[in-house]
């Protein structure tokens, strides 16, 4: 019989602390000079590209001036981050959160929200967008899977029933997902987004999580409840 070689963790498997410093590594080094973000805005292009494993999302990636800003000010206050469904829920950092005081509020799948929906023969993300409204005010919106959510989301805006202090929006797919990105981009209220129909959970709970991230390393979080 002959002998194993390594076995394939053994060959490419890294401490996972080692994984996220060359890869982001890897990500700098693919961005370059050419993406001349401050430090705060280059964080969050940096954890999107992590994501996707792609650096040329980069340049589909739209910040409002005023985005990291707002999201970080609304975080260090313990406001609310609304999400439009759990993959995006579970991607959070919930350390983070709750050490900032921030609650995450997900109604997709709330027996209220299925039966609403059946009734006015709507799409959840629609009906739950609606039903989060208050949650929504003053704090992040993070909405990474339905088009429709983010629709939703921006007529509450329209219609000054709600006004996030940030919306993340990356919404991905063939229909309504480029269009509800650029209805977005077209607001004066802050954003970060990604261009076409390219998004998904992962690039908004990335996003999220680098804002996470720099608001507790300001160290103005209030501490958790638990």
Known sequence: MTEKGPTLVGRYVLPPEEIERLSLQRVEAALGAS????????????RMVYAAGDPTIADLV?????????GLAALQSGQAIVVDVRMVEVALNRV?????????????????TVAEARRQRLPRSVVAMRALARHAQ??????????????SLLDLVDAEQVRPALIIGTPVGFVAAAESKAELATRTLPF???????GGSALAAAATNALLQLAVAD???RPSSS
């Open 138 to 151: 003053d704090g992040v919106v993070v909405i990474g899977n339905a088009p429709t959510a983010l629709l």
């Open 192 to 198: 970060i987004t990604v261009e076409g129909t390219r």
């Open 62 to 70: 739209r910040l409002h001036p005023r985005a990291v800003a707002a």
């Open 219 to 221: 160290g103005i979080g």
């Open 35 to 46: 993406h001349r973000w401050p430090g705060p805005e280059r964080l969050v292009i940096q």
């Open 96 to 112: 983070f959160a709750a050490r900032l005081g921030c609650a995450i509020h997900c109604a997709i799948d709330l027996p209220s």
